[in-house]
Every structure is written in C-alpha cells, then in structure tokens.
C-alpha cells in the first residue's frame, strides 16, 4: 500500500513552527530539525540527537522525509552530472550538476514535461504529466549534494531544469524560501535564479515573494519566430513581455535579468536579429546568455557555424550589450539545455555510489 503521510519537505519553517506548536512542541525546534535535514543532509529523525525521544518518535511516525531517489547518473566527459530521479509514484525527473573551476550549479525540475511545447526542447515533446511538489523540489538539492565530494558544494541552483517554474509558482515559491533560509540552505539570493519562457501574469508575484535572479528563455526577436520557438508567446507576445519586465520595480544595474537565447542556424542567428535584439533590451538592466542549439533526436534544428555565433554575439558587444557564449555543457549526456527528457542517453548510466559514511569521496 502507498505511503499516505505527508512530505516534511513540503513545509517551510514557519509552516513547520507552526504544526509544531500546534501539537505542543516549541516552534524552535523548527530549526534544530532543518539544520539536520537541509544544513547536514540527515533525514532520519531517530538521529536527531538533540531533539526528545518522543518527538523524534512522532516525527518518525507522521512524516515521510524522502521524496526522489536516485535512479541513476550519467557523467559527461566535461565533468556534467546528469541523474534520473524518482518520485513516489513512479514519475521520473531530471537534474544537472555542473562543476566548474570556482562554482558548482545545479540544474533543478519544476514539474515533469512541460506543458509549453517549445520546438527546440526535448522535455516540450514529452507533454506535460504533472506539477513536481516543493518536497521533490528540494530533494534535487538533497541527492545531487550527495553525488559530490565533501570538499565540494552547490554554490549556485537554477530553476532551468524540466517544466516551467512560472507554471507551478506556489511549490517553486516554497522550495526558493528553504534555498534561501538561513535556518535551511542559506543560499544568498543572487546564487538562485528562476526561468521562464514568458509567463507574464506570475513574473511580478515571483520577485515581489523572491529575491532571487530572473532568467528569461527569450530564443527570438520577432513574434512570427517566437510564436514558433516558444508557442506560448502566441499568448504573451514579445511586446508585452518586455512591457511586463521594463515595469517590474527594484531592478537596476546590479540585478540584471538574464536573458537565455538558443543560437539555432539559420532561424535566429542572422545580425538583423542581433540589432533587433539589442532594441528589445534597450533600457533594461540585461545579460543575455547566447547558448549554441544542442541537437536532439527528432529536432530539425542545428547549432549556427561557430564564425555566425560570434558574428552574433560581435553584433551585441559592439552596442553596448552584456553577453556570454554558453558552452553547451554535458551536450555527450543530453543534460544541456533543452534536451532534458526523462531518458537514458547511452549507455553511460550507472546506479550510483553515493557520498556516504563508507564512502565519504561520493564518486560519480
Ligand atoms: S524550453 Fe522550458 S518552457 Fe519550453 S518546453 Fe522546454 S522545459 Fe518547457
């Protein structure tokens, strides 16, 4: 039979304060219990040594404390870290652990597919089955921490992984306040960011609940190739989109929002669009990330020839704008972006050995 108890994770620490007082524990005892969960990575209340016999007996009883397990992982030849998690009920998502020289990000899933049908995206052509809770959220951070070694942490979470964050707004709220509070994660709110392709109605209500970055999954500048790209701008089309983001209040030079832009050849790569690009952005506190298209099986569309990339990003530098050419990282393991889709790559994929005890290196 399945497992009906609630998921710890689900609460933030004022809703687990406030179920603790309401069963007539101390509402401090929130924080003894998220330093172990969150701050040491231990989820069994019978080792939480500094809480009473009885309430770690109550808390073993009424809550369940994992919701992902880990299925596999698959490692890229550029040290990327893709694993296949598993929800309770069979459901599969997946998350990106990108190691660089001074940071380590991780990619998380919001819901597993996606509704939004991109045509460039590997989890759009997987339809949408359902919306990921703040538990399974949260336990990306918790089992990709454990595929680290201990000399090495996640300084970084994107929320750029399968789904649109937008679209499961109050689970990705929840999950943020925990990566965020001192108490839990105590992540500093520029190492998080959220992406979305457009949703403009929950834009607003993201940064007004979260100081966190905001990443933008632009891809075109102009409607007819948006409208192909990223179907929901027929919804909320490029106008109102960069009305939306021009009115959002307490953005300035520090706190650009991110612009992400898929290079595909011969559909956005052209200079017109770069210029035309550069006047969307005019005026907004802006970065844009050019990311070379990463084929995937099925996909009519190819990355441009690397001279038209930096033909491109030449055309933004020489007006004034912020822009980065992404190296399309763990592309070998389809963990780049846009190729997330809930499968095995090759043949790559090992059960792991977790960080552990016995084996305090990780190892994957
Ligand atoms: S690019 Fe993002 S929003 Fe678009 S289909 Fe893929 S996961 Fe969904």
Known sequence: MSDTRPQLKDLTLDA?????????????????????????GVEDPAAMTDLSADLRARLAADWRW???????????????????????????????????????T??????????????????????????LSTAEIIDQVMRMRELLPEDRQITNVVFMGMGEPL?????????????????AFAFAPRRVTVSTAGVVPKIAPLLEAAPVNLAVSLHA????????????????PLELLMETLRGLPRLGPRRPIF??????RNVNDAPEDAR?????????????????MNP??????????????????????SRGVRVTLRRPRGSDIAAACGQLAARASGSRFVKPPLRSAENPAGGV
Do not use: M
Request: proline letters at 8%; charged letters at 25%; glycine letters at 4%.
């Open 296 to 317: 995937h099986p099925g996909s009519p569309y190819r990355p441009p020839e690397p001279a038209v990339a930096e033909r491109f990003l030449a055309e933004l530098a």
């Open 221 to 236: 500048t102009t409607d007819a190739v948006r409208d192909v790209l990223v179907p929901l701008n027929r919804r909320f």
């Open 167 to 183: 679209l499961n707004l109050p689970h990705v709220l929840s999950a943020v306040e925990l990566l965020l509070h001192p108490k």
């Open 16 to 40: 687990l304060r406030a179920h603790l007082a309401k069963c007539g524990d101390a509402p401090w005892r929130a924080d003894q219990i998220a330093a172990w969960v969150y701050t040491r």
């Open 66 to 104: 994992r919701a992902l397990e880990v299925e596999a992982v698959e490692r890229s030849a550029d040290g990327t870290r893709k694993a296949r998690l598993a929800a309770a009920d069979g459901e599969i998502v997946e998350a990106v652990l990108i190691p660089e020289a001074r940071r380590t």
């Open 106 to 131: 991780l990619c998380v899933s919001t819901q597993v597919g996606c509704p939004l049908a991109c045509s460039f995206c590997a989890t759009g052509a997987l339809g949408f089955r359902r919306n």
């Open 259 to 264: 612009f992400e832009y898929t290079l595909i």
């Open 276 to 292: 035309r690009l550069v006047r969307l952005l005019r005026g907004l506190p802006s970065k844009v990330n050019a990311i070379p």
